[in-house]
């Protein structure tokens, strides 16, 4: 009878981890293999980020600088986490979130079909340039009561190479800053 018990403690236990494992996988084949320095050079980057001034994180002058040099194509593989919720497909509807086709310029919380929370649909204005960069870096900060669960993308660089990814999502994309 001890045996049973231990057995099944044993099994999960082993469960439990097979389970962290395969989370850390599929978590792993969306945002690509951490090289070893990467974690410290992040935690250098978060370091960096609280120490500049806020005014420098609302300047939309300095985020055209970045988007002017911006790599769409690693924005392409940026937006794989986007990609969980978020068709960005022509014509493909919402999934959890709405459809990011030909997002940039569009009026905020106004693709059909899509039931947005009440915070959203309050905000108004259009999905400039600038207005993706605060949503992304955090949305939930940015617009208050959103239900968009995304944690945010801190990096100003990386938000410059997604906005320029989700720029060409579009039949006749907007021109990028000079």
Known sequence: MHSNRTNAILGALLGTLLFVQ???????????????HAEAA???????????????AADPAAFNKLLASASAERGAGLVKQCQICHNTEEGKGPKIGPDLYGVV????????GFNYSAA???K???WTFAELDKWIEDPRAYVKG????FAGLKSESKRADLVAYLNTLSKSPAPLPK
């Open 22 to 36: 395969t989370v850390r996988i599929i978590d792993e084949s969306f945002s690509g293999p951490e090289k070893p």
């Open 42 to 56: 992040q935690k250098a980057n978060v370091k960096e980020a609280a120490a500049a001034p806020a005014a420098a």
């Open 105 to 112: 310029n569009r009026p905020v919380a106004s693709m059909p």
């Open 120 to 122: 959203l649909k309050a």
């Open 124 to 126: 108004g204005g259009n």
């Open 146 to 149: 959103t239900s968009m669960s």
